[in-house]
């Protein structure tokens, strides 16, 4: 059964001042984090650590139709 994932990710200053929102169709948090590390080719990759941890955290939501994985919207700082 899929998932609506809410995904909050932000790296705070003096790290980044990187972050976002991210709201993804997904069967696991595997393929939630493998749709949001595709969509956002921008994304600096020394934080994905931080981000699984964020999809593991994320608030879920169960989704009664089989619909396609993929991310609806993001806002991204």
């Given at each position: 059964?899929?998932?609506?994932?809410?995904v909050e990710h932000f790296v705070p200053f003096p790290?980044?001042?990187?972050?976002?929102?991210?709201?993804?169709?997904?069967d696991s948090d595997e393929e939630c984090y493998d749709?949001?590390?595709?969509?956002?080719?921008?994304?600096?990759?020394?934080?994905?650590?931080?981000?699984?941890?964020?999809?593991?955290?994320?608030?879920?939501?169960?989704?009664?139709?089989?619909?396609?994985?993929?991310?609806?919207?993001?806002?991204?700082?």
């Amino acid at each position: 059964m899929k998932s609506l994932y809410v995904v909050e990710h932000f790296v705070p200053f003096p790290s980044s001042e990187y972050g976002g929102l991210w709201n993804v169709i997904a069967d696991s948090d595997e393929e939630c984090y493998d749709l949001i590390a595709d969509e956002d080719q921008e994304f600096n990759t020394q934080h994905y650590g931080k981000l699984r941890e964020n999809i593991m955290k994320a608030s879920k939501y169960s989704l009664v139709d089989e619909l396609e994985s993929k991310v609806i919207e993001s806002f991204l700082t």
